[in-house]
């Protein structure tokens, strides 16, 4: 086994380490060596004492799609009987609920619905930013992009031109799971690696962020995770768009591919991976603790594997929990996770601005304030 203090040493010299470097940390047994390096990088990177998380909800406005991914629980055929598209009502509905809770923003996907164009998602987008001017709209993925330039006949640039002028924030990286087609045209026929990076590279050129991810543990081995982790950090060299990286583990359960595969990722890998983009990602500013599909207390551990954010309290979750993932926490209960493992927790918004809240302000009064004066009433 190759000896991987070398590669730690030069990356806590502030060299970048490469995909071949990356490769060997991943292959090591030593994770522990890894986790302590990439924390001490993280402490670098991040404010030491402070741990953030965000207060949103995920909506999936729909569950028809059009394509088929076998890691998938939550989508359904177009026509079949338990399909459905949430109304504006009901999206408002969960709004004005997240709202009252401290939230900030919405994280609203769907399915890639064959009927749906660019016009039906500005009205969306439209109405929502006219009632919630303040609330921050951190919606779609590439593959959702890729599916309204297929119905739409639009460049994704065009595309994310307008959905911005319509009140879009910014975008969340998903469908990325393995950015290799070798991994990706086995499990999905949804968007490729070269389209998903393409889509991003708009997204950045508009003038939003977005964040990105990897779902890892669908028949991937560790080059195909290597390259993966390479090609999002050759765009961030390019744009500097991605906020923050966000690793998690294959969530099998009700999927046709759980049913496949015989090798899960185990926590060690998890924290492995997420330590190794750590110290991979000199060009990313935040690494993301998975806890809804990890569970709470892996979740927590990653704080000392290189993550300083804990995401969302995820109000609302359909696709992870189709597949499985039951985990749940309120926003006192992150707090207390994070304090226990030594932290100050600190409500941030989408784009990672510290958000101090007014607990006393009431739902109509939230609605209407700036963002940067909702803020934080908790003691500590
Ligand atoms: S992961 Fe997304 S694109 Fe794939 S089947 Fe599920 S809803 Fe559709």
């Not at 060997?24 to 924390?39: C, P, Q, T, W, Y």
């Not at 401290?102 to 064959?114: A, K, N, S």
């Not at 919630?132 to 992009?145: A, D, G, K, M, R």
């Not at 990313?284 to 806890?291: D, V």
Request: charged share 25%.
């Amino acid at each position: 086994m190759k000896d991987i203090q070398p590669i730690l040493n030069k990356a806590l010299d502030g060299e970048r380490i490469s995909a071949e470097d990356a490769t060997a940390l991943l292959e090591s047994k030593d994770f522990a060596k890894i986790g302590v390096a990439a924390n001490e990088i993280r402490k670098r990177k991040n404010d030491e004492n402070i741990v953030t998380y965000i207060i949103d909800r995920n909506i999936n406005y729909t569950n028809v799609c059009n394509v088929v991914c076998t890691f998938c629980a939550f989508y359904r055929r177009p026509g079949k009987p338990d399909t459905y598209v949430h109304s504006i009502e009901e999206i408002e509905k969960r709004i004005d609920e997240t709202i009252a809770l401290g939230g900030t923003g919405v994280l609203m996907q769907g399915g890639l619905h064959p009927d749906f164009n660019i016009e039906w998602y500005e009205d969306l987008l439209s109405t929502l930013h006219k009632k919630y001017p303040n609330f921050q709209l951190h919606c779609f993925s590439p593959p959702e992009i890729h599916n309204i330039s297929l119905i739409s006949g639009l460049d994704y640039e065009s595309i994310m031109r307008r959905l911005k002028a319509a009140g879009l924030n910014s975008m969340p990286g998903g469908g990325g799971e393995i950015l290799d087609d070798e991994v990706r045209k086995r499990v999905s026929t949804k968007c490729t690696t070269q389209e998903w990076l393409d889509v991003m590279r708009a997204v950045h050129k508009v003038g939003l962020k977005s964040t990105a991810t990897m779902m890892f543990g669908i028949g991937d081995n560790v080059s195909h995770r290597v390259k993966h982790l390479q090609r999002v950090r050759d765009v961030q060299d390019e744009t500097g768009g991605f906020t923050a990286f966000i690793p998690w583990t294959f969530q099998r359960e009700n999927t046709a591919l759980g049913r496949k595969i015989t090798e899960e990722p185990t926590g060690i890998d998890y924290l492995k991976m997420l330590a190794v983009s750590r110290i991979f990602f000199d060009n990313i500013q935040h690494i993301q603790s998975s806890w809804l599909t990890q569970g709470i207390r892996l979740g927590q551990a990653a704080l000392g594997f290189g993550a300083d954010d804990m995401g969302s309290i995820m109000i609302e979750e359909n696709v992870v929990s189709a597949a499985g993932a039951s985990n749940e926490a309120n926003e006192k209960e992150l707090r207390y996770q994070i304090s226990e493992a030594g932290y100050r927790p600190q409500q941030r918004d989408i784009l990672y601005n510290y958000i101090d809240r007014e607990e006393s302000a009431s739902l109509d009064e939230r609605k209407s304030m700036p963002l940067k004066n909702l803020s934080v009433a908790f003691a500590d």
